[in-house]
């Protein structure tokens, strides 16, 4: 699976939308791109995917850029519950052999009231 | 229940003793993983089956550590021996995801706080 690079921590005011960065210059053609989030004390909490198109769901929004070597997960409007560490992960998939979640140190995202 | 329920919540094991790690994945689901989580750390994998099979074991750490998923459904993650390299949170998920379907999302269960004293 191919390496991912985050921020180590980021600050965002309540209220206003999250931009996490997530870099992966070395991901491959049949590579998704997911998004989990570990709440202090839970297990991690998955949020989108995506493989080149930009998704939507009632959570959040990923951007892949059309290189695919970067994404951006956007929080619309965060509030104090979305604190979290938040992963980027890249992975194939079951078909081809590539069912794990490889998960990296993640960026740690505190909501400020 | 709905979601992955993973048992117990937590458990002290004196160093030397085995333990037992249950894990009861969303009916239905074809893929089960073993995740350990050290204190500041990310998840890191373990093990994985498709059904029955244990397909991937690479993450064991030592011959200590054993899984099985017997009917493909339930799974028990087994540490021999404990030692306190040992204590970390466990983490099951499963997924319906199986070799011939597309990618789709796994779900984690709230973990075994496991300390070795």
């Known amino acids: 699976d191919a390496k991912t690079t985050q921020p180590t921590s980021m600050d965002c005011a309540e209220g206003r939308a999250a931009n996490l960065p997530c870099n992966h210059s070395t991901i491959s053609g049949n590579e998704y791109v997911y998004w989990y989030r570990q709440i202090h004390s839970q297990g991690p909490q998955y949020i989108i995917h995506g493989l080149k198109n ?8 990923l951007i892949i850029t059309e290189d695919r070597k970067s994404s951006t997960l ?19 998939g079951a078909r081809f052999g590539n069912e794990k979640l490889t998960f990296g140190t993640g960026t740690r995202l505190t909501i400020i009231p | 229940g709905a979601g992955v329920s993973q048992s117990p919540r937590y458990k002290v094991a004196k160093r030397g003793q085995d333990v037992a790690l249950r894990c009861d994945p969303i009916s239905g689901h074809v893929s089960l993983f073993w995740y350990q989580q050290a204190l500041g750390q990310g998840p890191e994998f373990l093990t994985y089956f498709q059904n029955e099979a244990q397909l991937d074991k690479s993450g064991l750490p030592s011959d200590r550590f054993f899984a099985e998923r017997p009917e493909g ?15 970390a949170v466990y983490l099951c998920a499963s997924s319906l995801e199986g070799r011939r379907d597309m990618n789709t999302e796994a779900f984690f269960g ?3 706080r496991l300390t070795v004293v």
């Open chain 1, 74 to 92: 956007i929080l619309p409007h965060a509030t104090l519950r979305d604190t979290a560490v938040y992963y980027c992960i890249v992975r194939g």
């Open chain 2, 73 to 87: 459904s339930v799974s028990t993650l087994k540490i021999q021996r404990t030692q306190q390299e040992d204590s």
């Open chain 2, 110 to 112: 709230q973990g075994t």
């Open chain 1, 54 to 61: 930009n998704e939507t769901n009632e959570m959040a929004s």
